[in-house]
């Protein structure tokens, strides 16, 4: 099965910097990329997603990057708002399959 | 809450009881998980369903069971044999194959 590794687990990054989290997959067959936003005590909420014939997918200051090759994409949040607070989840699904594996998540703070 | 709802949003078990979280979607989904999360923890899927009257265990079945008799709702009790049952669920459902998931506001449950 997929397994899905995510680094890092905590991350601080002051106003206006830029936070980057990154995540690997183990499963060549895995075809979409997803990523979540989850506030204190509220449900994981879909940010942006990408699937594995897209290497890039930028929404506002959220782009995802996919590499195949490394098996590995990440996410890319720039000028950073104390509102970008929150716990981050990676999730790769193989091609066919219902069931994403998530990572285990990464708690983003953003010091204003 | 974008066509999936969950409730209670709160629920107190006493020890030896089993309760009954429930997860109604409006979305026509195929699909339908439950996951687990514990403070400052991941995600681990419970159960999931692909269709009407299937259902698979997931990581953490044991102390869980399910029911999907309609497409629309996915039930989760959480038995007296689930030693640890204090979390927060979350329930999720999918378009089907290779798709990203809409997740309910979630219920947390505690054991008084």
């Known amino acids: 099965g997929e397994n899905v590794e995510q680094h890092p687990s905590t991350l601080s990054v002051q106003e206006g910097d830029s936070a980057v989290i990154k995540c690997t997959y183990s499963d060549s067959a895995s075809n979409y990329f997803p990523w979540y936003k989850q506030e204190l005590g509220k449900r994981p909420q879909l940010i942006i997603d990408?699937?594995?014939?897209?290497g890039e997918k930028k929404d506002q200051r959220i782009a995802v990057t996919l590499n195949k090759t490394a098996k590995h994409f990440s996410l890319h949040i720039t000028e950073t708002q104390p509102e970008d607070s929150a716990v981050y989840f990676c999730?790769?699904?193989?091609?066919?399959?219902?069931?994403?594996?998530f990572g285990k998540g990464t708690k983003l703070s953003v010091i204003p | 809450d974008g066509g999936i709802t969950q409730s209670p949003k709160y629920l107190f078990r006493k020890e030896g009881q089993n309760v009954t979280l429930s997860c109604e979607q409006n979305l026509n989904h195929d699909a339908m998980y439950w996951y687990r999360q514990d403070p400052g923890q991941g995600l681990r899927l419970i159960y999931y369903?692909?269709?009407?009257?299937?259902?698979q265990k997931g990581d953490i079945a044991e102390g869980y069971s399910v029911s999907r008799e309609k497409k629309e709702s996915f039930p989760l009790t959480v038995t007296s044999a689930q030693k640890n049952p204090t979390a927060f669920y979350l329930c999720?459902?999918?378009?089907?194959?290779?798709?990203?998931?809409?997740f309910g506001s979630g219920t947390r449950l505690t054991v008084v």
């Open positions: 999720a459902s999918s378009v089907g194959l290779s798709g990203g998931y809409t």
């Open positions: 369903s692909q269709i009407v009257n299937d259902f």
């Open positions: 999730a790769a699904i193989e091609g066919g399959s219902y069931q994403l594996t």
């Open positions: 990408i699937r594995s014939n897209v």
